[in-house]
C-alpha cells in the first residue's frame, strides 16, 4: 500500500508495510519449520522398532563344531557364519600382505581366537548369502566363500578378494562368555 | 437418456457441468485425421491400468501380508478361492501386458518426435508414470513371498547401500529392521495398495496436458485447422475398441496357456532368507536395466547408471536439438531409432544371463552404447541431418498424394 493510498500516512514503514512482511516471514519461517519437522515421526516409524532392537542378541554353545567345520545361525533374521578353522586356513589367512587387499583389515583383527571366524553372512556386495558353508559348495579361488550372485571371491578370513562386493564379510559384535558359549550382538 | 438441456440432467448441468466436460474431452476431442495403430497404446494402458486395480482389490481380499502367511494365502486363492487362479493370473500377466504396452507406447513417442515442444511436460508426466508403475511392479513381485520375492527384493533394496555415509541406514529404514522381514513385507503391501491410485492421479495430469497441447500424430506437424482433424468419437472409440480386441486376445492367449512363462519357478518355493537360490533374475521388465547395473564394475557407479538410465529421459527434449519430430522425416535419426531398439533388447538379453564370459564385454558395449545415442548421437543429429521437406498440412499429405508410407 502506498502513501497515495492511503492519505495522512507518508512512509510505507509507517503504513506498516515492513511490519507486515516481519510477520509474514515469521510465520511462514515458524509453520514451515514445524511442518519439516513434523515430518520425522512419520519417518522414523518406519525404522526398526524395540520388539526388533529386541532380538538383536543370540548364544550360541560352539563345542559341537568339529575343526574345519562350519554353521549358520541366524542373528538379526540375518545368518551368521561360524567356522572352526584348520590350521592351514589360519595360516593362509594371516600370510597376506594386508596393504595388497581391497579392504586392508589383518586377520588377527578380524578373529578374536584365531581358530573362531565369525562372520555376518552377507555379501556386502549386494546382500546374497555366499557359498562356502557346506561340504562339497564351492569356496571361491582363496578358499573361503564365493558368493554365485555376481561373482564375489572371500578369502579364509572373509576378506574381499575379487569380484563387485567393496567390502569384507562383516565381524558382528560378539565375546566369549566362557570357552564353548559365544554372545552375538 | 439424462440430457443436459432438461430435467434432472439440466438440474446437475447447473451445478457442475459435467456432461459438458465428458462431451469436450471423449467425444468432440478434436484429434488429427491421421493416427496409425501405435496411438492405439495410450488407451490400452489406462484400461490396463483399471484391469490391474480391479483385480488387485479382489486379491487384497484373500491375501494375508505376513512372511508366516502370505506365500499360504497366495497359493490358496490358487487353489480354493472360486476362481482365484484367473484373478491372480490376469493380475500377474497384467503387468507384464502392461508394461508392453507402455514400452510400446513410449517408443512411439519416440519414434515420432512426441516429447518434443510443446509436449515437454506431457513427456515428463510420462515418464513419472513409468517409474511409479516401476516401484508398484517390484513392491507387488515381493507380496506372494517366495523365493525370487525374498532375494529380488533383497539385492534391490541393497541398491540404496551404495549411498556414500548413510547408505546403511537408508537400507535398515527400507526394511525396517537388519534384513528383509515381516515389516518390509507389511509396507511394500501398503505401497503396493497405494500407487497405483497416485498413479491414476498422474494419468489424470497426463491427459490433461494432452487435452491442452493435442495429440502428435505420424508426420509430426501441427493441425492447423478443422480440416486437419476429425472428433475422437465415433473415429478413435470404434478405433480403440478394435485394438482393445486385439490385446485381449493377446492377453487372454497368455493367461489361459501360459500363465507362467513370464514367471521364475524359483517363486513357487517359499522364502527362505537363510540360502539365496544360484540364478537370480528380475522380472523381464527390468532386465535391460538390471544389466546396465552389472555392467560397471563399480557399486556406487553401477547404480547411478541404473537410475540414469531412466532419469536421461527428463533431459531427452533438450538433448534432440533437430525441429522435425517425426522420424519419417529424419532418415539418419530412423535408423539411430532402430539401432537403439536393437540396443535395449541386447541389455534386456545381456541381464538374463549371468555376468560371465562375453556376456560382461557386450553388456558393457551395449551400456555406452545407450548413453552414447542420448548424449552424443541426438545432439549431433541435431546440427548435421538434412531432413526431408514437411508436407504443407495433415490434410494436404494424407488426401492428395494418397495413404503415407512408412
Ligand atoms: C499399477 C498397477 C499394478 C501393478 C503393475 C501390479 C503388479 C503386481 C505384481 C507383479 C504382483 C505379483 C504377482 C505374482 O507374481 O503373484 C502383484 C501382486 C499383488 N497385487 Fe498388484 N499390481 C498393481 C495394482 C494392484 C492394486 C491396485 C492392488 C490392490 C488394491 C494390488 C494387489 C495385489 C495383491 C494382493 C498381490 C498379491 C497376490 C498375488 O501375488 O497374486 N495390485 N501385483
Ligand atoms: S550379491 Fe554377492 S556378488 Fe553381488
Known amino acids: 500500500m502506498t502513501a497515495k493510498a492511503r492519505p495522512g500516512k507518508t512512509t510505507a514503514d509507517e503504513d506498516g508495510a515492513s511490519r507486515r512482511d516481519f510477520l509474514i516471514l515469521a510465520t511462514g519461517a515458524v509453520g514451515g519449520a514445524g511442518a519439516v519437522l513434523s515430518v520425522w515421526p512419520f519417518i522414523h516409524s518406519m525404522n526398526p522398532s524395540a520388539d526388533v532392537l529386541a532380538l538383536s542378541s543370540t548364544e550360541l554353545d560352539i563345542s559341537p563344531i568339529e575343526e574345519g567345520q562350519a554353521i549358520t545361525i541366524q542373528w538379526r533374521g540375518k545368518p551368521v557364519f561360524v567356522r572352526h578353522r584348520t590350521a592351514a586356513e589360519i595360516t593362509a589367512a594371516q600370510d597376506v600382505d594386508v596393504a595388497d587387499l581391497r579392504d586392508p583389515e589383518s586377520d588377527q583383527k578380524r578373529a578374536e581366537k584365531p581358530e573362531w571366524l565369525i562372520l555376518v553372512g552377507v555379501c556386502t556386495h549386494l546382500g546374497c548369502i555366499p557359498l562356502g558353508q557346506k561340504q562339497g559348495d564351492p569356496r571361491g579361488d582363496w578358499n573361503g566363500w564365493f558368493c554365485p550372485c555376481h561373482g564375489s571371491h572371500y578369502d579364509s578370513s572373509g576378506r574381499i578378494r575379487k569380484g563387485p562386493a567393496p567390502k569384507n564379510l562383516e565381524v558382528p559384535p560378539y565375546v566369549f562368555i566362557d570357552d564353548t558359549t559365544v554372545r552375538i550382538g | 437418456m439424462i440430457s443436459p438441456d432438461k430435467g434432472i440432467g439440466k438440474w446437475i448441468e447447473d451445478r457442475l457441468p459435467i456432461f459438458e466436460f465428458a462431451k469436450h474431452s471423449l467425444v468432440d476431442y478434436p484429434t488429427p485425421r491421421n493416427l496409425n495403430y501405435w496411438w492405439n497404446f495410450g488407451s490400452l494402458a489406462g484400461i490396463t491400468l483399471v484391469i490391474m486395480i480391479v483385480t488387485g482389490i479382489v486379491l487384497a481380499m484373500q491375501y494375508t501380508p505376513h512372511v508366516d502367511y502370505a506365500f499360504d494365502s497366495v497359493e490358496r486363492v490358487m487353489r480354493d478361492v472360486n476362481y482365484g487362479w484367473l484373478l491372480r493370473y490376469l493380475h500377474m500377466n497384467g503387468a507384464t501386458m502392461f508394461f508392453i504396452v507402455v514400452y510400446i507406447h513410449i517408443f512411439r513417442g519416440l519414434?515420432?518426435?512426441?516429447?518434443?515442444?510443446?509436449?515437454?511436460?506431457?513427456?515428463?508426466?510420462?515418464?513419472?508414470?513409468?517409474?511409479?508403475?516401476?516401484?508398484?511392479?517390484?513392491?507387488?513381485?515381493?507380496?506372494?513371498?517366495?523365493?525370487?520375492?525374498f532375494w529380488a527384493t533383497t539385492v534391490i533394496t541393497n541398491l540404496f547401500s551404495a549411498?556414500?555415509?548413510?547408505?546403511?541406514?537408508?537400507?535398515?529404514?527400507?526394511?525396517?529392521?537388519?534384513?528383509?522381514?515381516?515389516?518390509?513385507?507389511?509396507?511394500?503391501?501398503?505401497?503396493?495398495?497405494?500407487?497405483?491410485?497416485?498413479?491414476?492421479?498422474?494419468?489424470?495430469?497426463?491427459?490433461?496436458?494432452?487435452?491442452?497441447?493435442?495429440?502428435?500424430?505420424?508426420?509430426?506437424?501441427?493441425?492447423?485447422?478443422?480440416?486437419?482433424?476429425?472428433?475422437?468419437?465415433?473415429?478413435?472409440?470404434?478405433?480403440?475398441?478394435?485394438?482393445?480386441?486385439?490385446?485381449?486376445?493377446?492377453?487372454?492367449?497368455?493367461?489361459?496357456?501360459?500363465?507362467?512363462?513370464?514367471?521364475?519357478?524359483?517363486?513357487?518355493?517359499?522364502?527362505?532368507?537363510?540360502?539365496?537360490?544360484?540364478?537370480?533374475?528380475?522380472?523381464?521388465?527390468?532386465?535391460?536395466?538390471?544389466?546396465?547395473?552389472?555392467?560397471?564394475?563399480?557399486?556406487?557407479?553401477?547404480?547411478?547408471?541404473?537410475?540414469?538410465?531412466?532419469?536421461?529421459?527428463?533431459?531427452?527434449?533438450?538433448?534432440?536439438?533437430?525441429?522435425?519430430?517425426?522420424?519419417?522425416?529424419?532418415?539418419?535419426?530412423?535408423?539411430?531409432?532402430?539401432?537403439?531398439?536393437?540396443?535395449?533388447?541386447?541389455?534386456?538379453?545381456?541381464?538374463?544371463?549371468?555376468?560371465?564370459?562375453?556376456?560382461?564385454?557386450?553388456?558393457?558395449?551395449?551400456?555406452?552404447?545407450?548413453?552414447?545415442?542420448?548424449?552424443?548421437?541426438?545432439?549431433?543429429?541435431?546440427?548435421?541431418?538434412?531432413?526431408?521437406?514437411?508436407?504443407?498440412?495433415?490434410?494436404?499429405a494424407v488426401t492428395t498424394t494418397g495413404p503415407p508410407k512408412d
Open chain 2, 163 to 396: 549411498v556414500p555415509l548413510v547408505g546403511e541406514s537408508i537400507v535398515t529404514w527400507l526394511w525396517g529392521g537388519f534384513a528383509v522381514g515381516n515389516p518390509t513385507l507389511n509396507r511394500f503391501y501398503a505401497l503396493h495398495y497405494l500407487l497405483p491410485f497416485v498413479i491414476v492421479g498422474v494419468v489424470i495430469l497426463h491427459i490433461w496436458a494432452l487435452h491442452t497441447v493435442k495429440s502428435n500424430n505420424p508426420l509430426g506437424i501441427d493441425m492447423k485447422g478443422p480440416q486437419d482433424s476429425i472428433p475422437f468419437h465415433p473415429y478413435y472409440t470404434a478405433k480403440d475398441y478394435f485394438g482393445l480386441g486385439v490385446f485381449l486376445i493377446a492377453y487372454m492367449a497368455i493367461v489361459f496357456f501360459a500363465p507362467n512363462f513370464f514367471g521364475e519357478p524359483d517363486n513357487y518355493i517359499p522364502a527362505n532368507p537363510m540360502a539365496t537360490p544360484p540364478h537370480i533374475v528380475p522380472e523381464w521388465y527390468f532386465l535391460p536395466y538390471y544389466a546396465i547395473l552389472r555392467a560397471i564394475p563399480d557399486k556406487l557407479g553401477g547404480v547411478i547408471a541404473m537410475f540414469g538410465s531412466l532419469l536421461i529421459l527428463f533431459v531427452l527434449p533438450w538433448l534432440d536439438r533437430s525441429k522435425v519430430r517425426s522420424a519419417r522425416f529424419r532418415p539418419i535419426y530412423k535408423q539411430f531409432f532402430w539401432l537403439f531398439l536393437v540396443d535395449c533388447i541386447v541389455l534386456g538379453w545381456v541381464g538374463a544371463n549371468p555376468p560371465e564370459g562375453k556376456f560382461v564385454l557386450i553388456g558393457q558395449v551395449a551400456t555406452a552404447y545407450y548413453f552414447s545415442h542420448f548424449l552424443i548421437i541426438l545432439p549431433l543429429l541435431g546440427l548435421v541431418e538434412k531432413t526431408k521437406p514437411l508436407p504443407e498440412s495433415i490434410a494436404a
Open chain 2, 111 to 149: 519414434y515420432y518426435g512426441s516429447y518434443k515442444s510443446p509436449r515437454e511436460l506431457l513427456w515428463w508426466l510420462g515418464v513419472v508414470i513409468l517409474l511409479l508403475m516401476m516401484a508398484t511392479a517390484f513392491m507387488g513381485y515381493v507380496l506372494p513371498w517366495g523365493q525370487m520375492s
